[in-house]
């Protein structure tokens, strides 16, 4: 059985930080593309960082220069260091473990609140 999970969400200040951390079981992890996607109140979800198989990471406007997204194989996880945070992050932040229509995997989110 395939398991994505999600971790180190959280309540933090405008500028603080926060790592998230998305683990998988069931699958080799370092074959699939990993995706961090973000839902907020009354919004679409919107893809904010993305890290090919091979290590290419991509990120959307919104978070450049103050995400970064990396993979550590041998322990079959993804991270997402966000930094400099800002209200407008508040969001559920889900990784989303993707090799094709077949294998698209998703976790159960975990909470950001960026708030003072």
């Known amino acids: 059985q395939v398991q994505v999970v999600e971790s180190g969400g959280g309540l933090v200040q405008p500028g603080g930080s926060l790592r998230l951390s998305c683990a998988a079981s069931?699958?080799?992890?370092?074959?699939?593309?990993t995706n961090w996607y973000r839902q907020a109140p009354g919004k679409q979800r919107e893809l904010v960082a993305a890290?090919?198989?091979?290590?290419?990471?991509y990120y959307s406007n919104s978070v450049k220069d103050r995400f970064t997204i990396s993979r550590d194989n041998p322990k079959n996880a993804v991270y997402l260091q966000m930094n400099s945070l800002k209200p407008e992050d508040t969001a559920v932040y889900y990784c989303n473990a993707h090799m094709n229509s077949e294998n698209d995997f998703w976790g159960q989110g975990t909470q950001v609140t960026v708030s003072s």
């Open positions: 890290i090919t198989n091979v290590g290419s990471a």
């Open positions: 069931g699958i080799d992890f370092r074959l699939y593309h």
